[in-house]
C-alpha cells in the first residue's frame, strides 16, 4: 500500500509540473489557435535564468522567483513581438513550423549562452523530505502541487470574471468580431504569450529544483503536450488536470509494468481518450476545425 502512495504522489508531483507546461501549450491555442512546439524550450530557457540568478546575483528564494517571472514575461513578448507577430494571416502550417524553429534555436542557445552539464538549482528548499503517513515526499513535490491548484482557481476567476479574461476568450471565439468590439487581438496574442511562457516557466523551475537542470529539459514539452491533448487545447484547466492524470499513469505504469512502459504510457492514454473524445475530455467540439 505504501509503495502505491509513493506512487500516486511522486506521480501527482511530476503531474503537477507537466500540468503547468500544459496550461501553457493551452493558454496560447485558446488565444491564437496556434500550436507552440516551443514551449518546452521556453521552459528550459525560464529555468536557467532562475539558476544563473541563483549563483550570481543572489540565492533569496524572493528575489530568483521575482526575477524568473520577469524574465519569462519578457521572453514571451519578444517571442510575440518579433517572431510570431509577422506571421499573423499566415498559414497555419507555417506558422507552427516557425514554432518549430524556434525551439531549435532556443535549445541551442542554453549550449552557446550556458552550458551541456547537468545544475542543481540550490534555493535552500525544495530539496527537504517530509514525512506523511510514512511516505516521504520532498518539499518541492507538495510545493508544485499546491502551486498548480491555486494557479487552476485563479485562472477560472480570471477568464471568468476579468475584462481581459473576458477579452482573450472573445478573441478566442472569434476575432474579427472581438475586434469590431474595441478588442486589440495582438495585445491579447502578446499577453497569452508572456502568461504561457510564466506558467510554463513555473513548471521548469520547480523541476529543477526538486531534480537537475540540463539541455535534456526540453523533453519537459514533449511529455506535456499529450497532457494538453487529453485536457483539450482550448480547455486551460483541463489541461492542468491532464498534466496530473498523465503523472499518475506514467508513475503507475513505469511502477507496476516496468520501466519501458513509463515513456509509452502517457501517449497510450491519449490514443485511447482520443479514439472517444477526439477534442479532449475537457475540450469543445469545435477544437476539430484546426
Known sequence: MQYLLQLLISGLAIGAIYGLIAMGFAVIYKSTGLVNFAQGEMTMITAYIAWTISTTV?????VVAVGAILAAVVLGLVIER?????MLGEPVFATVMV??????ILRSAINFIWDAYPHGLELG????IVHLGGIGVRT?????????????????AFFRYSKVGVAMRAV?????????MGISATRVHALAWAASS???GIGGVFFALSYDLSPAMFQLGLKAFPATILGGLDAVLGSGLGGL????TENLAGGYLGSGMKEVAGFAMIIVVLMVRPFGIFGERDIERV
Open 99 to 104: 514554432t518549430i524553429g524556434l525551439a531549435v
Open 172 to 180: 478566442a471565439a472569434d476575432d474579427r468580431t472581438a475586434l469590431l
Open 245 to 248: 492524470l498523465i503523472g499518475i
Open 140 to 156: 518541492g513535490q507538495l510545493a508544485v502541487i499546491a502551486t498548480l491548484l491555486l494557479l487552476l482557481v485563479a485562472i477560472w
Open 198 to 200: 510564466v506558467i510554463a
Open 82 to 86: 518579433l517572431v510570431m507577430r509577422p
Open 58 to 62: 543572489s540565492g533569496n528564494v524572493f
Open 125 to 128: 528548499m525544495g530539496r527537504g
